[in-house]
């Protein structure tokens, strides 16, 4: 019996992987986190990571956001999209605010029902995908 249900999920992963590959899923480029998490790593090494506090006064000098409405995310959805437009979450990260320079830092907040990221001083609209709250 064991054996039996080993085979079959044996079987559910390889045909899972090759529906994947059918569906030719790719990173989609309209909703979610901008940044990549290795470029959030690479970026990460060398910063120093910044208080609630810092990072809303970083948003503040670099945008111009009130700081006593914006909310700091720590956590990020990066999304695939396949062949036909159907989305699914490829991975749910924490990300905290980071600081090296005015040219190498992140920062996702939210200010009255927006959701932005701060990525290295440029500002990028994170777009939320329907399940996403």
Known sequence: M???????????????????????????????????????????????ELS???????????FGFDPNLVKIVREVVAYEVNKYGDM?????VERVPIYLSEEDNYVCFECRGHKYECICG????????????
């Open 2 to 48: 064991e054996n039996n249900i080993k085979i079959l999920e044996q079987q559910i992963q390889e045909l899972t992987a090759r529906l994947d590959k059918e569906l030719d899923w790719t990173d989609a480029k309209t909703v979610g986190t901008v940044m990549c998490q290795a470029s959030y790593r690479r970026h990460s090494v060398l910063s120093q």
């Open 52 to 62: 609630e506090d810092e990072a809303k006064q970083l948003i503040y000098r670099f």
């Open 88 to 92: 699914r979450a490829k991975e749910k």
């Open 122 to 133: 440029k500002l990028y609209k994170y777009e939320k995908a329907k399940k996403e709250s």
